[in-house]
């Protein structure tokens, strides 16, 4: 997304605080571009024309040290003879992550106003989308937020430094500029190292031992900062960039930024394609899944809690992470816990986290937990159905207060996150059972979707060609064993077809067609009872057929279907003419 779309979709949430500040004022808000032309009017549209006169005016205000606020056109009643000097108006510029103009925002209102709220509002709001453009045109790799006073973290004062993944291609906002006491023509001669004092090796183990509070660096030009981490996590261009590091340092060790998300829980790896477009790439055709998605679509953005039901190995992990990357949240953690997968005993440590000495063999320095881990970003249940009862109670307590309390401390954490829950159980049956709590259904339960199976799905060829390209084997699949999938009934669902495509992607060789010998033989064998117990529902006196029947009824019509050919059908059914005589020969010798 170029930067004139950034600021356009920026601007958007900015615009609508800062309407709501002014109230009841007769004010017009423009944002312009860096030619003065308007992208967003919020009041009387006819004063759209005053913004092409503001454009040389923003440039000059760049001219300085730091962007200034001017005064605007006066937009009262009395225009256009007012003559007077002041108005009650403010234009401040708008720069990219480069320092460069890319836009503006004027507020025009009458002489009468309170000049110096609006300018003070005018720089605020432009900070505010100057931030975002920033973080949306980082490079892949991580973000630091940094300050020498550690209360200004997470507000428009601190610092934004965003580096690549090797440390080298460094960008630093305005903010971040007046803390390291630099020009911005000074940044091409840096690294992240030269800057903060640390590589980013140093800096995964400073995140650790921090977390989940502020680590410190000792800047290159003197001077301490308070720093949190930002990491761009399931950025497909980062993992081929550590894969190239690993290979260069001889595969003994990750890369920095790998081991600096080690640390602090990083995103589980999802297929680059998914990545790319969330929501939006998980549509492939099935009506179920479209309704799914068009329902999400609507609760993006908002912190509506989503809890996703369906069959295990449904997708409802990868439904979950589209979620998040299709929200404002995107560029947070993604922050997964099995709540079936981990004992009792351990899934409340491993939720809230614990102090040293909290329990016999808590680690030195305690744990910051999962839920302090996703602060900012998305915390996913999964299976939530499998939690005990007695933690149900702090979960909800956690949901309410927004708070967290490790085991074994006495303060409390704030925590900001967005919660999307799954389960295959059926919770409204739990809370007859007394199993799941009734309150903390309610508070999980805002918006519910329900994930077909597979064998309930219309889009199979299209999943199929999907998991194929993610999997980047080039590989295709036969018609004919593309006929046999579609015939399966896919217990394990969507995890499983990812298994037996994966497997026969590698027998059948990168590039080659999937035929039926590349297929595991424990899959075939599956496929006889789907078959026979298809036949036996519909009507009980036909024989139940085996394998080998069903192969060699295949072979058969095929056959006939092309008219005797063996070659002709042999290329139908993506075997080899071998596999035909052989097959046909081992029927004569049952037959004798």
């Known amino acids: 997304m170029n930067t004139f779309s950034l600021l356009s979709v920026h601007a958007l949430p900015v615009l609508d605080l800062l309407q709501y500040q002014l109230g009841d004022k007769d004010m017009t808000i423009l944002v312009l571009d860096a030619e003065g032309q308007p992208l967003h009017v919020r009041g009387d549209p006819g004063l759209a024309s005053l ?28 225009s256009p003879q007012c003559g007077h000097a002041m108005s009650g108006g403010a234009a401040v ?12 925002l004027a507020i025009l209102g009458a002489c009468a106003s309170d000049q110096p709220c609006m300018l003070a509002l005018a720089r605020m709001s432009a900070n505010m989308i100057e931030r975002q453009v920033f973080l949306a045109s980082a490079p892949h790799g991580l973000t630091l937020h940094f300050h020498a006073r550690s209360a200004c973290i997470g507000t428009l004062q601190d610092g934004l430094a965003s580096c690549s993944a090797d440390g080298r291609a460094v960008m630093v906002n305005a903010a971040g500029l007046a803390q390291l006491g630099l020009p911005r023509a000074a940044l091409a001669s840096h690294t992240f190292r030269s800057l903060f004092g640390a590589t980013l090796a140093e800096l995964a183990e400073r995140c650790r031992s921090a977390a989940p509070g502020l680590a410190s660096l000792q800047l290159g030009q003197g001077g301490t900062v308070h720093c949190r981490v930002q990491f761009w996590d399931s950025c497909d261009t980062m993992d081929r960039q550590e894969a190239v590091v690993d290979r260069e340092s001889g595969g003994g060790q990750a890369s920095p930024v790998r081991r600096v998300r080690a640390g602090l829980g990083r995103l589980p790896d999802l297929p680059a394609s998914l990545a790319a477009t969330a929501l939006g790439q998980l549509d492939t055709g099935d009506g179920r899944m479209a309704q799914v998605i068009a329902k999400l679509r609507k609760v993006a953005g908002t912190d509506i809690a989503v809890l996703i039901t369906g069959e295990t190995g449904s997708g409802k992990e990868w439904l979950a992470q589209a979620i998040h990357r299709d929200s404002p949240r995107a560029r947070q953690p993604f922050v997964a816990i099995n709540c079936a997968s981990i004992p009792e005993t351990l899934i409340e440590s491993e939720l809230f986290g614990y102090e040293e000495g909290a329990f016999t063999g808590a680690r030195r320095k305690g744990s910051p937990g999962k839920i302090a881990l996703a602060n900012g970003g998305t915390l996913f249940l999964d299976e939530i159905g499998d939690m005990p009862l007695p933690l149900q109670a702090r979960l909800l307590r ?25 389960t295959h159980r059926n919770l409204r049956e739990q809370i007859e059972a007394r ?20 064998r309930e799905r219309s889009d199979l060829p299209a999943l199929l060609a999907r998991v194929l390209a993610d999997e980047g084997s080039g590989c295709t699949v036969a018609p004919a ?41 424990d899959f075939m064998d599956d496929l006889a009872p789907v078959g026979a117990g298809t036949e036996a529902a519909s009507n009980d006196s036909v024989p139940a057929l085996g394998l080998d029947q069903m192969e060699l009824q295949l072979i ?32 004569r010798l049952a037959a004798a």
């Not at 092409?52 to 200034?68: I, Q």
């Open 481 to 521: 064993v593309a006929r046999l999938l579609e015939r399966h009934r896919w217990p394990g669902n969507l995890r499983q077809l990812r298994s037996v495509l994966r497997t026969a992607a590698v027998m059948a060789g990168r590039g080659e067609e999937i035929r039926l010998e590349h297929l595991a033989d």
């Open 435 to 454: 199993t799941f709590r009734e309150d903390l259904y309610y508070r999980i339960n805002g918006l519910v979707v329900k994930l077909p199976a597979l």
């Open 398 to 422: 956690v949901l309410q207060e927004r708070q967290v309390t490790p085991l074994g401390s006495g303060r409390s954490i704030p925590v900001d996150i967005a919660l999307v829950c799954a």
């Open 556 to 587: 058969q019509r095929t056959l006939a279907a092309h008219g005797g050919n063996t070659s002709a059908a042999a290329r139908a059914l993506g075997i080899s003419r071998n596999t035909i005589y052989r097959k046909l020969g081992m029927d």
């Open 93 to 104: 510029p708008i720069v990219d992550a480069h320092g460069q103009l890319c836009g503006g």
């Open 51 to 78: 913004g092409a006169g503001l454009a040389d005016t923003m440039r000059a205000a760049l001219a300085g040290e730091y962007p200034a606020c001017l005064p605007a056109p006066c937009a009262g009643p009395c």
